[in-house]
């Protein structure tokens, strides 16, 4: 029943920028969290940032100062600032969400930075 869809990934050359978004649809829930999460294929899928309920921001090292998290229209819709790319960002970055204990996750979005 909730969908997320997540969209703006793409080919980027170091040092470029990128806008990923994804909505939410099917909930009339409450939402917990939402986020951000991505995984390389020779790599465990990892947190990049994510907004609580009390929309307090969290990121993971790897991206602080680079990348920004934030709400859409509404809390059902988030948007990933991503700036000064390097290639190790490169995965498929997957937007998801909390719902009353439930998780749900999008398809994904390929994110691609070259060298």
């Known amino acids: 029943q909730v969908q997320l869809a997540e969209s703006g990934g793409g080919l980027v050359q170091a040092g470029g920028s990128l806008r990923l978004s994804c909505a939410l649809s099917g909930s009339i829930f409450s939402i917990n969290i939402m986020g951000w999460y991505r995984q390389a294929p020779d790599k465990q899928r990892e947190l990049v940032a994510f907004?609580?309920?009390?929309?307090?921001?969290y990121y993971a090292d790897f991206v602080k100062g680079r990348f920004a998290i934030s709400r859409g229209n509404t809390k059902s819709e988030i948007v990933l600032q991503m700036t000064s790319l390097k290639p190790e960002d490169t995965a498929v970055y997957y937007c998801?969400?909390?719902?009353?204990?439930?998780?749900?996750w999008g398809q994904g979005t390929q994110v691609t930075v070259s060298s």
């Open positions: 998801g969400a909390t719902i009353r204990g439930n998780a749900y």
């Open positions: 907004i609580g309920r009390d929309e307090t921001s």
